[in-house]
């Protein structure tokens, strides 16, 4: 069999077609054991699925959108290679769209997407998105979403991130630990979830430590780099400068390391250093940075598995559910 189709396997098999198809797409309505023998089989002999002709007898796109704030964010590269590892075992194609931090931008692209362009939507909103209508839209026009890491509370579906109050507590716990009495938490927008769940536990850890929450110590940054750089400086040169800094993003951090550097500040002489990163070189600067590091591979796969299992039993909403999956604290020079 040169080049084998659904119709040759399910011969081979001796299954139906309609049979072998729902198996391949990994539907509920088969059973486990004729979807091993399904694949199994496939893979035997290099059965390549044809999307776009599945894509015509289904009137689906076969393809999903993601919809992120950036790219540069290695947070946000490691879920999308998460993504596409699920995309690519359902024979789907996977659509990238950057906001740049724009809310405009991340109404554009909802437009764009509103009208079957896509059969659904991996979404991790921007930082300047309050207003979610432009969302509500497509779940009116019955496309599922799944919301990962950047999520709104407003929309009933699925949430998948990692546990921001529980981090944001035990990185400033980390820097009371290691000596600080004057912490500093650099902030994103207070529209983000993120942010605002990862400020809460900063305050409710330095609370539970006697540690007074001082308002000119919290930080609130923007999307533009040159201005945070002008604003952590400026807190850095202030009396009673911070002797800690908590950075709730991967830019935040390393923006403190160049403020330090042109400064003449030591890290982790005279200010440590702590931020939630999946920088693959967290380890390789000068001092090595403590992270809080994210499963973003792992947030990515499981928010595309759960959009998938949604598509396969026709499902519009996944339903709203708030899955946690947890980050690990890495020490490392920068507060030692």
């Known amino acids: 069999m040169d080049k084998v189709n659904i119709k ?3 011969k081979e098999l001796n299954l139906a077609i309609s049979t072998v198809s729902r198996a391949l797409r990994d539907s509920y309505e088969i059973s486990p054991e004729t979807k091993h023998r399904v694949v ?3 893979k035997k002999l290099n059965y390549q699925p044809n999307p776009y002709a599945t894509s015509l007898r289904n009137q689906k796109s076969r393809t999903i959108g993601v919809v992120i704030p950036e790219i540069a964010n290695n947070f946000f590269s490691l879920a999308i290679k998460g993504i596409q590892e699920v995309a690519q075992q359902k024979g789907y194609h996977v659509l990238i769209y950057l906001t740049h931090e724009d809310y405009k931008k991340e109404v554009s692209i909802a437009s764009h997407l509103a009208y079957g362009r896509v059969d659904g939507i991996l979404v991790s909103i921007s930082s300047e998105t309050n207003d979610i209508a432009h969302l509500e839209e497509l779940n009116n026009n019955k496309i599922p979403i799944v919301f990962f890491d950047r999520i709104s509370e407003k929309i009933n579906t699925t949430k998948v991130t990692t546990d921001d109050y529980k981090s944001g507590y035990s990185g400033t716990e980390h820097l009371i630990q290691k000596g600080c009495k004057k912490i500093s938490f650099l902030s994103i927008s207070e529209h983000l979830s993120i942010g605002v769940k990862r400020m809460q536990g900063y305050i409710d850890a330095l ?12 930080l609130k940054a923007s999307n ?8 952590i400086s400026k807190l850095l040169k202030s009396p009673g400068r911070p002797d800690g800094i908590f950075a709730s993003v991967e830019k ?3 923006s403190t390391y160049h403020v330090c550097a042109a400064l003449g500040l030591s890290i982790p002489g005279d200010v440590k250093v702590l931020g939630f990163s999946n920088l693959e070189t967290a380890s390789l600067l000068n001092p090595s940075l403590t992270t809080i590091t994210q499963p973003a591979f792992e947030i990515g796969k499981e928010a595309a598995t759960i959009l998938f299992e949604g598509l396969s039993k026709k499902i519009v909403h996944p339903g709203n559910k708030h899955i946690i999956v947890h980050s690990e604290l890495i020490e490392r020079a920068s507060t030692r």
Do not use: W
């Open 224 to 231: 533009d780099n040159e201005e945070n750089y002008k604003n």
């Open 252 to 254: 935040l951090a390393i």
């Open 8 to 10: 040759g396997l399910a």
């Open 40 to 42: 199994t089989l496939a």
């Open 207 to 218: 609370k539970d430590n006697n540690i007074p929450v001082e308002e000119r110590l919290i």
